[in-house]
């Protein structure tokens, strides 16, 4: 019965670290950006690990008052690829620090 206390804590202190690395690795993302864009270039999105839209360059040219439209769609695609991207990096670095485990912790990110 005791021998599983020693397996207990060493467990628990897996769990900690991992918790003190996840908490680092949140600070580390909301640094890092990844971009995208559309239109050829047009557009162009850079979002954080956070899923936040950091900045959004739209060229001078890709502003046509009669199609308004196109550069609407140009601007979400360039967004939701960055977000798709940013996602995809989060998961990335996630997975290295828990080994693949998928941990769908609410509130991390």
């Known amino acids: 019965m005791f021998g599983n206390m020693g397996n207990m804590q060493k467990m628990l202190k897996q769990v900690q670290k991992m918790q003190q690395d996840m908490a680092k690795l949140q600070e580390e993302l909301s640094e890092r950006t990844v971009e995208a864009t559309s239109g050829g270039g047009m557009v162009k999105a850079v979002v954080n690990g956070k899923q936040e839209l950091i900045s959004l360059a ?4 890709a502003v046509d008052p009669e ?14 690829e960055a977000l798709r991207k940013s996602k995809e990096m989060v998961a990335e670095e996630m997975g290295k620090i828990t080994g693949g485990l998928n941990l769908n912790l609410p509130g991390l990110f």
């Open 67 to 80: 199609d308004v439209e196109m550069l609407s769609d140009m601007i979400m695609a360039a967004v939701n």
């Open 58 to 61: 739209i060229n001078p040219e």
